[in-house]
């Protein structure tokens, strides 16, 4: 089993950068695929990015592509979300989440475990 717990969420202007953290605990960590997720008011949750077991693969929604990295760091049973050129549109509150399929999906059923979400407020 895994827990995760969020944080670095917070309010950031437009144009500002903010970095996520998600800690997992558990031993296998590492064989697990990462993904991020964002649900903002009356929408559904929605797809940001998501990294391989090993951190070789990763892949991004195409509204945050080009802004924002996934990276992984299995030592330290963390995942982080380096958010830069922030929109309003950005805001949410940020999942991560656990996948023991082998590759990422963008998919939030094919997540097992799943964090208990962190604020991003970015104002115009």
């Known amino acids: 089993q895994v827990q995760l717990v969020e944080s670095g969420g917070g309010l950031v202007q437009a144009g500002g950068s903010l970095r996520l953290s998600c800690a997992a605990s558990?031993?296998?960590?590492?064989?697990?695929?990462m993904g991020w997720f964002r649900q903002a008011p009356g929408k559904e949750r929605e797809f940001v990015a998501a990294?391989?077991?090993?951190?070789?693969?990763?892949y991004y929604a195409d509204s945050v592509k080009g802004r924002f990295t996934i990276s992984r760091d299995n030592a330290r049973k963390t995942v982080y979300l380096q958010m830069n050129s922030l929109k309003s549109e950005d805001t949410a509150v940020y999942y991560c989440?656990?996948?023991?399929?082998?590759?990422?999906?963008?998919?939030?059923?094919?997540?097992?475990?799943w964090g208990q979400g962190t604020q991003v407020t970015v104002s115009s």
């Open positions: 989440a656990a996948s023991s399929i082998v590759v990422p999906t963008t998919t939030p059923l094919s997540y097992d475990y």
């Open positions: 558990g031993r296998t960590f590492s064989s697990y695929a």
């Open positions: 990294i391989s077991w090993s951190g070789g693969s990763t």
